[in-house]
């Protein structure tokens, strides 16, 4: 499945949001989702993950209560609602499909990315 993320953007600490990634196939809804972030000189690391019907939801402990995942399988879109951001959230964003838990091993397509920059 191909993936198209965008959304991105700089925002002051403190601001939201809102990211976006598009999938190719009409199949979308076959597949959980997730999205990690890398920032520069990092590993990329799990942000939140979706299962295929969007009822079960999971968060890396450094966004949970101020990130939120969601789905919409009419539309092949995946989102991630921002708020609270903070300067140390800034990293290139990716959706990735085909998995559910925390490795990026899990998961098989990846989105081109989406750079969030996050200003103190």
């Known amino acids: 499945v191909q993936l198209q993320a965008s959304g991105g953007g700089l925002v002051q600490a403190g601001g939201s949001l809102r990211l976006s990634c598009a999938a190719s196939?009409?199949?979308?809804?076959?597949?959980?989702m997730g999205w990690f972030r890398q920032a520069p000189g990092k590993e990329r690391e799990f942000v939140a993950s979706i299962n295929r019907s969007g009822r079960g939801t999971y968060y890396a402990d450094s966004v949970k209560g101020r990130f939120t995942i969601s789905r919409d399988n009419d539309k092949n879109t995946v989102y991630l609602q921002m708020n609270s951001l903070k300067p140390e959230d800034t990293a290139v964003y990716y959706c990735a499909a085909g998995g559910l838990g925390y490795s990026h091993y899990e998961y098989s397509d990846w989105g081109q990315g989406t750079l969030v920059t996050v200003s103190s």
């Open positions: 196939r009409r199949t979308f809804s076959s597949y959980a």
